[in-house]
């Protein structure tokens, strides 16, 4: 009997162990699966940005060659759609001679430079950068430019990494962009609609696309070694529909950390002052996130902050602050048909540049 009472204890002794095992390794599997989960997720944090996929074989491309050296072919829309870059380059051969000029030499100047195009349009001078041998990323919004671009780069064998987003001053994942109206000769001038669509109301005219910041391009490229601590120089454009002020209060310390001795700007859409007088020619109003605050802003934490000096594009000489914001003491933005901003770093040896004239 009491053999019988010692194998009951034991066996209910092992059954117990056996509950407390299996409960102990369950709690360990979890935790185990748990930390999996966790290092997962760590791991899968990251999600690079897609390069963008062209749709070539389902279009007609009219592509001409530019009349500049290096030489490339450009493909381009109607002249009657898109007065102002197709049109210019079917009747000069190229588009902006000053800015091209200006543009060569700044590239001949920093031969190891990464040339980045944020809002390339048709990609004028993302090939003219990758014709001069430079290493060059391009963003858009429309996938008509991007096409046309991929289409350009594929004739003149040329190599352009090729990206489909918008840069904004914070993330949308459905963001809207207008075309541009055709009917007056507009098309390809990407418009960031500001407010948000339901997908089944969209109109076709309407094209679907993503916004990041300038912070999550950078992060990208490094991530994806086509930037880090020991890489080349950068030179940095912004043609972003008047979203450049946005892009620039997120304050991002990329311009500290990383080396871009130049950005070029697009200035005319971005200057817009509601108080300038109403007899000065650049007074029209325009729809733009830059308001005379924000723009105020930007040139405060491009000059005092980043350590840039202002330039004219065309002419490469020096601008003031009053330049920048269409100040009633300057006649610069009024004398200007297409105003682009040069920001020199202070780190950039100017001698040069001041003395530099376009022949």
Known sequence: MRNKKIVILWCFCLSVFG???????????????????????????????????????DNVFDCVEVKIQPTFNICIYNYKEDKYISNTIIEKGLYQP??????????????????????????YFSL???ALGHKTVSYDIL??????????????????????????????PHAYAFEGDSSIGERGQGTILNSELDQDYVPVLYESFQTITMLRIFHDLQMTNVINQTSPPIILKLDLDTHECSVFEENSNVFINLSIPYIIMRWNFIAYDPYKPKDLAYTKP????????????MIHFLIDVYEYIPYSLDTIKPLLKRDLTGSPRSNW?????????????????????TDFEIK
């Open 128 to 130: 003219l950068s990758s």
């Open 19 to 57: 509950i407390h095992f299996k409960y102990q390794s369950s709690v360990v599997t979890q935790k185990t699966l748990e930390n999996t989960a966790t290092n997962t997720v760590h791991i899968n944090r990251y999600v690079p940005l897609e390069k963008y996929v062209a749709n070539l074989e």
């Open 286 to 297: 325009k729809k733009s996130i830059c308001s005379l605050e924000s723009l105020k802003i």
């Open 143 to 172: 996938s008509s430019n991007l096409n046309k671009l991929s289409k350009a780069s594929e004739v003149s064998k040329l190599k352009i990494s090729i990206y489909k987003y918008g840069v904004s001053g914070s993330e949308n």
């Open 333 to 353: 933005l009024v004398q200007q048909k297409d105003p682009h901003v040069l920001w020199i770093h202070r780190n950039v040896n100017t001698k040069k540049t």
């Open 98 to 123: 000053e800015n091209t000029e200006s543009f060569k030499y700044i590239l001949n100047r920093c031969t190891d430079c990464i040339f980045i195009d944020l809002g390339c349009n048709l990609g």
